[in-house]
């Protein structure tokens, strides 16, 4: 049994529609991360579980209980705020034992959890401080810390690591991602960092204009994205989706004329099955490899912009129907600008998507 | 990186040009002020001196004869002091009763103003209805005649509810007439809260009324302080309405002051100056132990966080 489902919650603000028929369930034990960009809804639909808004349409069930009428207070669920929303006038130790108060917990078991959290998170020695006395990485511990003092249904994490810098981002997600293992609750994480997502969900769903475009493993919604916008919101540098129109498809083979030049494409068996017409071929960076000679399997690209990050090198060509084309080689391989490039994708790394943007696949 | 200290160094210290000319503009604004707290020093005749004497000490020498004199205290103890001969004729004073009558009536009205205000704020910044700020503005419409417009009905009112002379009667009218500025600081205040932190506290089980007095309200111990200090000033120097209202048991500080004025001999200037010296105290007191409040409370809102 899950302990959060969403059946077909739809959330309208007058006219606009914030969230559109999102279905979504949550193990116990399970984290889940709403990935999209701004104003894609994932916020709301975090909201809607927390009680903080009404669904227009649809129902919410926590612990197996339909909880659309319920006030945030009878939910019983911990959520972490963007802000952090720590109390201004409270000390960090009233903070912490805050949420004990409505539990009715004596002030001794109150003092004996707060040093416990306080001790998980390296929070005691700044109990007696006010939160705007503390630092940034220290209120979002704070918070964190405020969240998981409780034994609640299941926790919610608004953009927990937006307000940091990189560097402590980078702890606080391991941190995090090690406090929600020991707690095996069930777990909805926002946000629009796809590095977040992937690294602390088990399970994320990319949202877009209030839609849910998929729902998977990180493995599958990089490996097998379900639409052309999933495959290009998943992965840096991003995706390459490149116009062309499909000849014939057979085998593992397609051919597909891209502006004059006929190439021969590794691409899914499923391919097979389509008429020919226009289709959006995708290829990840690091999924496209360099030939000395022009081939059948290969096309050709003129070298535009070389960006060095280090252990590779980011390149920017063009292709000769006009597309961008992002390529990602190993620092030892040399590229000069105005170099014509013959690119080969890599077999089984290549992604069809229809002219509605679906991908193409068994 | 000399540059920048220098110039960090001068918006600190302004430098004594500067101070100096701060300090007169200072002076000539507590001018009045000083003249008064040094009349309350002086005897009848040093009050009526022309020119005026403005130096208690001659200051070794330094200041002519003429300009000094000698300090007393009697003025005061005849502010307190049942009667006393001035002339001929005893007077009765008996401000003791007057300084109690104001700070009870100021200090009740405007506990009462804040905390029905504060709670009016908080709903119409929290529970907005339907036509919010036309309530709002009809609110403030109460305060947009001048109050000689309305002394008739309410002269008229007290007498026939039997209100007229008696404390409830003045503390409710004044509680009354601080309450549209109430309303309007407070929700000013209110609206400027994260209303995250208020959704955190009820994730945390907090009822409303635990999210009003344990989160909502400790955020707004300023704007409390700035709004009281107002309405404070304002309440204890109202004159119109306790002329008319008060009773002989029940008058106020400013209304006691200006019947001390008149008799045989003409104004005790001496004696009006220490009343009024007196008078200063109470708000020159809770403002200077608000000011840290009050400082943060009128400029609340004006930087962004």
Known sequence: ????????????????????????????????????????????????????????????????????????????????????????????GENLGFPLHAEGVSSAERARRVRQVADTLQLTHILDRLPGQIAEGEKQRVAIARAIIRDPNCFLFDEPLSRLDVELRQTMRGQIKEVLQGLSKATVIVTHDQLEALTMANRTAIMRDGLIE????????????????????????????????????????????????????????????????????????????????PGPEAFTALAELIEPMGAETLIHARTVNGDDIRVVLPRARRVSVGETLHLVPEAGQTHVFDADGKAVRS | ????????????????????????????????????????????????????????????????????????????????????????????????????????IAGA?????????????????????????TYLFIILTTRMLPAIVVIIPVMLLFRVTGLAGTYTGIILLYTAFNLPFTIWMMKSFFDELSPDVEDAARLDGSTDRRVFFKICLPQVVAGLAATAVFGLILTWNEFLFALLLTGIETRTVPVAMSQTIGGDIGVRWGLLAAIETLFLIPVILVTFFLQNHLLRGVTFGTVKR
């Open chain 1, 1 to 92: 049994m899950s302990t959060i489902e969403l059946r077909r919650v739809t959330k309208r603000f007058g006219t606009f529609t914030a969230v559109r028929e999102v279905d979504l369930s949550v193990a116990p034990g399970e984290v889940v991360c709403l990935l999209g960009p701004s104003g894609c809804g994932k916020t709301t639909t975090l909201r809607i579980i927390a009680g903080l808004e009404q669904a227009s349409e649809g129902e919410v069930l926590i612990a197996g209980r339909q909880m659309n009428d319920r006030t945030p207070q009878e939910r019983d669920i911990a959520m972490v705020f963007q802000f952090y929303a720590l109390y201004p006038a409270l000390t960090v």
């Open chain 1, 214 to 293: 998929q729902i998977g493993t990180p493995h599958e919604v990089f490996a097998r994205p379900a639409n052309a916008f999933v495959a290009s919101f998943i992965g840096t540098p991003q995706m390459n989706l490149i116009g062309g129109e499909l000849v014939r498809a057979e085998g593992g083979t397609a051919e597909i004329r891209m502006e004059g030049t006929l190439v021969r494409l590794p691409v899914d068996p499923a391919v097979g099955a389509m008429k020919p017409g226009r289709v959006t071929i995708g290829m990840r960076p690091r999924a496209v490899g360099l030939a000395s000679d």
């Open chain 2, 1 to 104: 990186m000399a540059v920048f200290a220098s110039r960090g160094r001068a918006v600190d210290q302004a430098g004594w040009g500067r101070t100096a000319f701060a300090a007169a503009v200072s002076l000539v604004y507590f001018f009045p002020v000083l003249v008064i707290i040094i009349t309350a020093f002086k005897v009848h005749a040093d009050a009526l001196a022309v020119p005026a004497k403005l130096f208690p000490w001659d200051l070794f020498g330094l200041i002519p004869q003429r300009f000094t004199f000698d300090p007393t205290l009697q003025n005061f103890v005849n502010v307190f002091s049942r009667s006393f001969s001035a002339g001929a004729q005893a007077q009765s004073t008996g401000f003791g009763l007057y300084f109690f009558n104001s700070v009870f």
């Open chain 2, 109 to 133: 009205a405007v506990a009462l103003a804040l905390v029905i205000g504060t709670l009016a704020a908080f709903g119409f910044s929290r529970y907005p209805l339907k036509g919010n700020d």
